[in-house]
């Protein structure tokens, strides 16, 4: 089983910039695709951003594209999401998610939760106007 662990929100204000990490455990890391979802309130959970296992792809929400940068490093076991720009309706518990199982190829970006088998607990992400 794979820990995932997020940190890095907190409450900003429009316009500020966030970083969010993202700890997972395991020896493979380095082969394990990895997301950023979010969930707001009565809303689903929806993907965010994703990374391939080898960091040559990623995929952005339109919501995000240009204000938010996800990016791994694997010597730490570690991926984050830089988050620039950030407007009230960014507003949401963000979730870490790790793909851990079977093979994938080297550009593939799981952009669905049923694709991810490994959460984190979340961390809140509040933009006030």
């Known amino acids: 089983q794979v820990q995932v662990v997020e940190s890095g929100g907190g409450l900003v204000q429009t316009g500020d910039s966030l970083r969010l990490s993202c700890a997972a455990s395991?020896?493979?890391?380095?082969?394990?695709?990895m997301g950023w979802f979010r969930q707001a309130p009565g809303k689903e959970r929806d993907v965010v951003a994703a990374?391939?296992?080898?960091?040559?792809?990623?995929y952005y929400a339109d919501a995000v594209k240009g204000r938010f940068t996800i990016s791994r490093d694997n010597a730490k076991n570690t991926v984050y999401l830089q988050m620039n720009s950030l407007k009230p309706e960014d507003t949401a518990v963000y979730y870490c998610?790790?793909?851990?199982?079977?093979?994938?190829?080297?550009?593939?970006?799981?952009?669905?939760?049923?694709?991810?088998?490994?959460w984190g607990q979340g961390t809140q992400v509040t933009v006030s106007s």
């Open positions: 990374i391939s296992w080898s960091g040559v792809s990623t």
């Open positions: 395991g020896r493979t890391f380095r082969s394990y695709a």
């Open positions: 998610a790790a793909r851990s199982y079977g093979y994938s190829s080297s550009s593939y970006t799981p952009r669905s939760p049923n694709e991810y088998d490994s």
